[in-house]
């Protein structure tokens, strides 16, 4: 367990004590995900935890599934696959329309994610960055869903009404998420945060006779229930008397903007903008929404210009806790993401092509963002200044491995010849090796002048992709090659136990790359493997160099002391390697030959194509009565609908 008790009982009290921000500082390989999880079972509140990236948040909603398995755990990420946003370059008179392609298992799982909110206790939701962006308010999302009993006295048809209010759609051919269907006497709803499950109304005249949940594929019904509640197919949907007085500001603000358009000559952008948001006008009247509705949010929500637009954070209950992970990279994103946001609608709005209202369709300001935020508990490995203040220097460590590993031997040597006599360390390691460069040229020279002196050696720069980029790492761990070249080694992902040196060229050279959170997250590579040691090369002391190796030798002797305390040896850690993202093992099952399965990484375009052919295999199965083999084909679908929010 090392130190994680105390970090744990540390976390806890600060929470019930009141304290809004906390620390926790924990080195790789310490087990920060398992307190984290601990710290969520002991308090039993609703839960947030952010992460930098989609990768590593999928991996966080993994892990915390496994440790929660009967609690309501929940996705929220950026739903698009595809996105490019509307834009305007004025220098060549470019008008870029938005174009994008929506991921529906994402955009369910954010469906799940504010439903559990609003509606369950035990919950906790994993996100991005995405959590700052503006979405429908809580209030009209809450205040819109349709709530229905058993032994109700209402029609099929007013049901109808409300379920096409909140943008469901009638559809008695193909049974989607967001359709309804009527056979007979009895109205089949497909809910929009559901997976798998549909509800089944029966009617007697105008009353509810009985509501069942039932399997969507297979039709068998699974429970009797005494109560659904049905919320909106859309986080933007609006009662319609919201609309109608949203429409009247649209009209008043879209009359002075054409005046001042009209005023300054600006003929143009004067038509250019009547005609786009009549028509937006006309569709909202008709149909309740329009395409590119987002962009009359502050009009929808009824909030004054400037107010910050309701974000999944107006979704968290009061007494939520938040987790940052990796805090050191996440905080400065959100403070990033509003500013280039601006700058693009401005100049749609400057030229016509939107209301100036467009702008309040933004993602939070970090200064929004700090006053909403809950009780906070900041976690990673190597804490910036800003987290560090604002917990008043107070830090909960978690340096002891429960492996006993130790934080890796650092060497400091010159680097006159530095590459020599790298590849003469290189030749005594058994182990794999890391080497860190400052630039691409580099990387490629090293890379080139150890495989001329025979070894087995590869690099790793920004021009690889992703899967190419996992490629090289699992046969780096496969032993096909001995060294990985690269620039920034500090990514998610390079977790290598096999790893036994790390070698730091140009240690001295103060930059982003050098810093003293680089540096220490850097040497943290070697400390996965019980012979783990770091050479820097450098002919100067920075002070960064100084504060890393001093903060690496304290953590060291910390884990001496501990491991010498209870009679601990330390033992590298054993990771499986798998040959695709996501830890899949499945192995292929000729008694189930629709299971996926592949020899080597597959992307994600392939992925969505097998997914596409299965679909295809289940629908026909179905319609051939094999329900049995239909179950089987979805559940291998959810399998890799799952594995596609890795690759994504």
Same mark, same amino acid.
């Given at each position: ?5 105390q970090a ?5 009290s ?16 310490s087990?920060?995900?398992?307190t984290?999880a ?14 930098p ?7 966080l ?16 990420v ?16 470019t ?7 929506i ?8 469906h799940?994610?504010?439903r ?11 996100s991005?960055v995405?959590?700052?962006?503006g ?6 999302y809450?205040g819109?869903?349709v ?28 049974f ?10 009895? +109205?089949? %709803?497909?809910? #929009? $945060?559901?997976q798998?499950r ?6 007697? @005249? *105008?009353?509810?006779?009985e ?10 019904k ?10 909106p197919?859309t ?8 609309i ?32 786009r ?6 569709m ?10 987002e ?16 974000t ?8 939520a806790? +938040?987790? %940052?992970?990796? #805090? $050191?990279?996440t ?8 500013? @280039? *946001? ?9 030229y016509g ?7 309040d ?7 929004e ?7 906070t ?7 910036a ?10 830090v ?6 429960p492996?006993g ?31 860190t460069?400052l ?12 495989v ?5 050696a590869k690099?790793?720069? #920004? ?16 032993g ?6 690269g ?11 096999e790893?036994?040196l ?16 680089s540096l ?15 050479i820097l ?14 903060e690496?030798?304290?953590?060291r ?5 501990y491991?010498k305390?209870h009679?601990i040896t330390?033992?590298?850690v ?13 192995k ?10 592949s020899?080597?990484v597959?992307?994600?375009?392939t992925?969505r194509?097998e997914?596409?052919?299965l679909?295809?295999?289940?629908r ?22 799952d ?6």
């Amino acid at each position: 367990m090392g130190d994680q008790p105390q970090a744990i009982s540390e976390l806890v009290s600060g929470i019930k004590d009141g304290r809004r921000n906390q620390v926790l500082l924990g080195v790789t390989g310490s087990g920060k995900t398992f307190t984290m999880a601990n710290v969520i079972a002991e308090l039993g509140r609703p839960a947030m935890i952010m992460a930098p990236n989609k990768i590593l948040a999928a991996q966080l909603y993994t892990e915390m599934k496994a440790f929660f398995p009967h609690n309501h755990v929940e996705y929220f990420v950026s739903y698009y696959d595809y996105y490019q946003p509307e834009a305007y370059l004025p220098t060549t008179d470019t008008y870029i329309d938005k174009d994008a392609s929506i991921n529906e298992q994402l955009d369910r799982m954010r469906h799940s994610a504010t439903r559990a909110m609003l509606e369950e206790r035990d919950v906790v939701v994993v996100s991005s960055v995405s959590a700052i962006y503006g979405m429908g308010s809580p209030e009209q999302y809450s205040g819109m869903k349709v709530v229905l009993h058993t032994g109700d006295k209402i029609s099929m048809a007013d049901v109808m009404h409300s379920l096409v209010d909140i943008q469901y759609k009638r559809n008695d051919m193909a049974f989607e998420r967001g359709d309804f269907r009527v056979r007979g006497d009895t +109205l089949d %709803i497909f809910p #929009s $945060h559901s997976q798998d499950r549909g509800w089944k109304l029966s009617f007697w @005249g *105008d009353e509810i006779e009985e509501i069942w949940e039932f399997d969507a594929l297979t039709g068998a019904k699974l429970q009797k229930l005494d109560r659904i509640a049905v919320y909106p197919n859309t986080h933007y949907a609006t009662p319609m008397p919201s609309i109608l007085q949203a429409i009247g500001q649209i009209r008043s603000d879209l009359k002075d903007r054409l005046e001042y358009f009209h005023d300054n000559m600006k003929y143009i952008e004067e038509q250019r903008l009547r005609e786009r948001v009549n028509f937006d006008i006309e569709m909202m009247e008709s149909t309740g929404t329009c395409r590119g509705i987002e962009n009359y949010s502050r009009y929808l929500s009824g909030r004054a210009p400037g107010q910050p637009p309701p974000t999944l954070f107006e979704y968290l209950p009061k007494d939520a806790i +938040l987790f %940052i992970d990796e #805090s $050191h990279v996440t905080v400065p994103q959100i403070g990033a993401m509003s500013r @280039g *946001d601006r700058a693009r609608k401005e100049t749609l709005s400057q030229y016509g092509f939107r209301l100036p209202a467009c702008i309040d369709n933004r993602p939070l300001t970090f200064e929004e963002w700090d006053k909403l935020r809950p009780q906070t508990i900041f976690v990673s490995a190597t804490p910036a200044e800003w987290e560090l203040n604002q917990s008043g220097g107070i830090v909960s460590e978690q340096v002891i491995r429960p492996t006993g590993l130790l934080d890796p031997e650092c060497e400091v040597r010159p680097t006159a010849h530095q590459v020599d006599d790298l590849l003469d360390e290189v030749k005594k390691v058994r182990g794999r090796v890391l080497v860190t460069t400052l630039t691409k040229k580099m990387a490629e020279q090293l890379t080139d002048y150890f495989v001329e002196n025979g070894v087995r050696a590869k690099y790793l720069h #920004s021009d690889i992709e992703t899967l190419e980029r996992i490629e090289l790492l699992r046969d780096l761990r496969l032993g096909k090659f001995d060294v990985l070249v690269g620039i920034n080694l500090l990514r998610e992902g390079l977790d290598v136990p096999e790893c036994e040196l790390v070698a730091i060229m140009d240690a001295d050279k103060e930059g982003f790359l050098r810093s003293t959170r680089s540096l220490i997250q850097t040497i943290g590579r070697a400390a996965r493997n019980a012979n783990g040691r770091v050479i820097l090369y450098a002919d100067n002391m920075t002070d960064s160099m100084r504060a890393a190796l001093g903060e690496t030798a304290r953590r060291r002797e910390k884990q001496m002391a501990y491991n010498k305390e209870h009679n601990i040896t330390p033992k590298t850690v054993t990771k499986a390697v798998f040959s695709e993202v996501g830890d899949k093992q499945e192995k292929t099952d000729k008694k189930r030959r629709f299971v996926y399965t592949s020899d080597g990484v597959m992307d994600a375009d392939t992925l969505r194509k097998e997914i596409k052919k299965l679909t295809k295999q289940m629908r026909d199965a179905a319609e051939n009565l094999e329900f049995e083999r239909a179950a089987e084909l979805r559940d291998a679908i959810h399998k890799m609908e799952d594995d596609l929010l890795l690759l994504e």
